[in-house]
């Protein structure tokens, strides 16, 4: 697809229409990215003809090449195809907006309610489905990753340098690489390995250079390093946030990091909105609005800057290489996380009996909503607070 094509139907919807359909989809979207790909292909191929199923595939394509959240990213991109430019800006942001905004209450309620019986009770019940949630995730996005017995010593590999303790950047850089070296004997393959490793760097090495505290502009920078530098699916930001904000600056606990995630899972729209949580938590509204802006404003570039590279990427073996091993080392950093949230939310009969039963209906039925399962859980959690 051309430049010159994208242009010349720029103008052909409407940003009142754009608008209204991507807050419908920010406000009911619920599930997780997965989710959000399938009703934006039932809204935009299907129903309302925006685009072709080849052009939807670029698409989606495209978002698997580059860091950052990809249901925001597709949203993103069918704007700019809509609307150019203002479509781009209008699409990402009214996509983004509901569900940042009922985060904000929530953790609003969570700061000043949070150690109430039924918000700890809530939580209680919610967490165990959120770990059953995110194995479900492991296991579709492992299936798909892990297409050679190579990509799996790689993950094993992530897996143990994680476990010591290694940066997760660069766990993520010796994943590309080792994603590369089926192709090594093309020197471009060279050029598109170092390049981004050294942007990543330099990145953690702004963010670390801001110090312990908790600040504005701190938290801007983190998120928008972490926003600049994450493959695959939102649940990997598990391991980034706790690398990060538990491990290395303690900002957080590991309990305000897995009450954060909960609350990512029953609120519709990007699962990085958990930002906004985190954000309100360490710095009020002004936190919750930096730390939001952080993380989503490198996929409004990203975007911008791949949508005329679509199909140079698509057709690059290297480049299709490297993200091959980037994404294999992503989920290792979020299999190695599981396990450790995994440990501080099951903790009895009641937490092991919730996460079980959710895992295999999240197994056994392709199409369970998660969110389903996570509010019903808060209910049984609430429940067994009262009545025990």
Same mark, same amino acid.
């Given at each position: =697809?051309?430049?010159?094509?994208?242009?010349?139907?720029?103008?052909?919807?409407?940003?009142?229409?754009?608008?209204?359909?991507?807050?419908?989809?920010?406000?009911?979207?619920?599930?997780? @990215?997965?989710?959000?790909?399938? =009703? =934006?292909?039932?809204?935009?191929?299907?129903?309302?003809?925006?685009?072709?199923?080849?052009?939807?595939?670029?698409?989606?394509?495209?978002?698997?090449?580059?860091?950052?959240?990809?249901?925001?990213? =597709?949203?993103?991109?069918?704007?700019?195809?809509?609307?150019?430019?203002?479509?781009?800006?209008?699409?990402?942001?009214?996509?983004?907006?509901?569900?940042?905004?009922?985060?904000?209450?929530?953790?609003?309620?969570?700061?000043?309610?949070?150690?109430?019986?039924?918000?700890?009770?809530?939580?209680?019940?919610?967490?165990?489905?959120?770990?059953?949630?995110?194995?479900?995730?492991?296991?579709?996005?492992?299936?798909?990753?892990?297409?050679?017995?190579?990509?799996?010593?790689?993950?094993?590999?992530?897996?143990?340098?994680?476990?010591?303790?290694?940066?997760?950047?660069?766990?993520?850089?010796?994943?590309?690489?080792?994603? $590369?070296?089926?192709?090594?004997?093309?020197?471009?393959?060279?050029?598109?390995?170092?390049?981004?490793?050294?942007?990543?760097?330099?990145?953690?090495?702004?963010?670390?250079?801001?110090?312990?505290?908790?600040?504005?502009? @701190?938290?801007?920078?983190?998120?928008?390093?972490?926003?600049?530098? $994450?493959?695959?699916?939102?649940?990997?930001? $598990?391991?980034?946030?706790?690398?990060?904000?538990?491990?290395?600056?303690?900002?957080?606990?590991?309990?305000?990091?897995?009450?954060?995630?909960?609350?990512?899972?029953?609120?519709?729209? @990007?699962?990085?909105?958990?930002?906004?949580?985190?954000?309100?938590?360490?710095?009020?509204?002004?936190?919750?609005?930096?730390?939001?802006?952080?993380?989503?404003?490198?996929?409004?570039?990203?975007?911008?800057?791949?949508? @005329?590279?679509?199909?140079?990427?698509?057709?690059?073996?290297?480049?299709?290489?490297?993200?091959?091993?980037?994404?294999?080392?992503?989920?290792? $950093?979020?299999?190695?996380?599981?396990?450790?949230?995994?440990?501080?939310?099951?903790?009895?009969?009641?937490?092991?009996?919730?996460?079980?039963?959710?895992?295999?209906?999240?197994?056994?039925?392709?199409?369970?909503?998660?969110?389903?399962?996570?509010?019903?859980?808060?209910?049984?959690?609430?429940?067994?607070?009262?009545?025990?």
């Amino acid at each position: =697809m051309s430049d010159n094509v994208v242009d010349a139907r720029a103008t052909s919807t409407p940003l009142s229409e754009i608008a209204l359909v991507f807050l419908k989809l920010g406000t009911t979207a619920f599930g997780g @990215p997965a989710v959000h790909i399938a =009703m =934006m292909d039932e809204e935009f191929v299907r129903r309302r003809h925006w685009l072709t199923e080849q052009e939807f595939l670029d698409y989606l394509s495209a978002v698997n090449f580059i860091p950052g959240p990809n249901s925001t990213e =597709m949203a993103i991109h069918i704007g700019h195809r809509r609307a150019g430019w203002p479509g781009l800006l209008v699409a990402g942001t009214c996509f983004i907006v509901p569900a940042a905004v009922l985060v904000g209450i929530l953790a609003w309620a969570y700061v000043r309610w949070g150690a109430l019986p039924q918000a700890a009770g809530l939580l209680y019940g919610v967490k165990p489905v959120v770990i059953a949630v995110i194995l479900q995730a492991l296991w579709k996005l492992g299936r798909s990753a892990v297409k050679t017995t190579w990509l799996g010593i790689v993950a094993v590999t992530a897996v143990i340098l994680a476990a010591i303790g290694v940066n997760e950047l660069l766990v993520l850089a010796v994943g590309g690489f080792l994603g $590369l070296s089926v192709q090594w004997n093309s020197p471009r393959g060279r050029a598109l390995l170092f390049g981004p490793a050294s942007k990543a760097g330099l990145l953690a090495a702004v963010a670390g250079a801001a110090g312990p505290s908790v600040a504005l502009w @701190p938290i801007f920078l983190i998120f928008a390093k972490i926003g600049s530098v $994450l493959f695959g699916s939102g649940y990997v930001l $598990l391991a980034f946030l706790r690398a990060d904000l538990v491990e290395r600056y303690h900002w957080l606990t590991q309990q305000q990091l897995l009450d954060a995630v909960a609350v990512g899972q029953i609120t519709p729209g @990007p699962v990085f909105t958990t930002a906004t949580f985190i954000g309100y938590i360490l710095h009020g509204t002004p936190g919750a609005v930096a730390a939001t802006v952080g993380i989503f404003l490198p996929a409004f570039f990203f975007v911008a800057v791949s949508a @005329p590279l679509l199909p140079k990427l698509r057709a690059s073996r290297v480049a299709g290489a490297v993200l091959d091993g980037i994404n294999v080392a992503s989920l290792a $950093l979020m299999a190695l996380v599981t396990w450790q949230l995994g440990r501080s939310a099951i903790v009895d009969w009641f937490t092991v009996v919730l996460a079980l039963v959710s895992a295999v209906v999240l197994l056994r039925y392709r199409n369970a909503n998660s969110a389903w399962l996570v509010l019903g859980a808060g209910v049984l959690g609430v429940a067994k607070y009262g009545f025990f």
